[in-house]
């Protein structure tokens, strides 16, 4: 007796499921990326064994670079109040689109005066600036006035304590880093992180 042949038919596997859900991570993980920011001088951060991820909100952070002091803080609604203040203590008022302007600059090195031609700048323009640095001298201490005002803005809007970082280069010279330590200092802010890279990653060393 012969044997019946069952007929063989080709495996056919439907992918569109899997490309569906494919696209679907791949569109999360675009729109909650965050990008990562140009520092406003080069940076290089000394090196540490220590991982604490840098927070996305209520914080601040200090770059030193180049004998230089910048100042950044996350938070467009935080940015926009905390102009507004260093504006009543400057004696200057900012338009809507000034402050919407401010509220999506990162980070920035000039001093108050000159604030209003930075804003007015394009990003590519404030790129390629060379920023002066805020000035932290005995005379005109503004970086102590925007951490200040920053701190007031944060407890103000969310009803949190401003975390506050520094970053600063690893061949930086001590005294630039001393002075940005002592303004923290004088505000009463003895609780703060640096910023360390950790294989390629940023992390925030905290310090006491």
């Known amino acids: 007796m012969s044997r019946i042949k069952v007929p063989r038919k080709s ?10 859900v494919a696209f679907l991570l791949l569109t999360f993980f675009i729109l909650t990326a965050k990008v990562k920011t140009e520092d406003p001088v080069p940076i290089d ?13 209520d914080f601040a952070t200090i770059s030193v670079g180049s004998q230089k002091a910048f100042f ?4 467009t609604d935080i940015r926009k ?34 604030i209003k031609q930075f ?13 002066p640095g805020i000035p932290r001298d005995s005379v005109s201490n503004e970086l102590s006035n925007w951490i200040r005002e920053a701190r007031k803005a944060t407890v103000a809007l969310h009803n949190t304590q ?15 880093i001393k002075d940005v330590i002592g ?24 310090k006491k």
Not at 72 to 75: A, F, L
Request: contains cysteine; aromatic residues 6%; hydrophobic residues 35%.
């Open 72 to 75: 950044g803080v996350e938070g």
């Open 162 to 176: 401003l975390r506050i970082a520094i970053k600063g280069d690893s061949k930086e010279e001590y005294p630039v």
């Open 119 to 131: 804003i007015a700048l394009s990003s590519e323009q404030q790129k390629k600036l060379n920023q």
């Open 183 to 206: 303004i923290l200092q004088k505000q009463k802010v003895n609780k703060f992180s640096l910023i360390t890279d950790l294989g390629g990653g940023g992390g925030a060393a905290p």
């Open 11 to 20: 495996t056919a596997i439907d992918m569109t499921a899997m490309c569906d």
């Open 81 to 114: 109040q905390t102009l507004t203040q260093m504006g009543e203590i400057y004696k200057t008022t900012f338009t809507r689109e000034e402050l919407n302007r401010f509220s999506t600059i990162t980070a920035f090195g000039v001093p108050f005066s000159q």
């Open 45 to 57: 951060v000394p090196k540490s064994s220590i991982q604490q991820p840098v927070p996305e909100s």
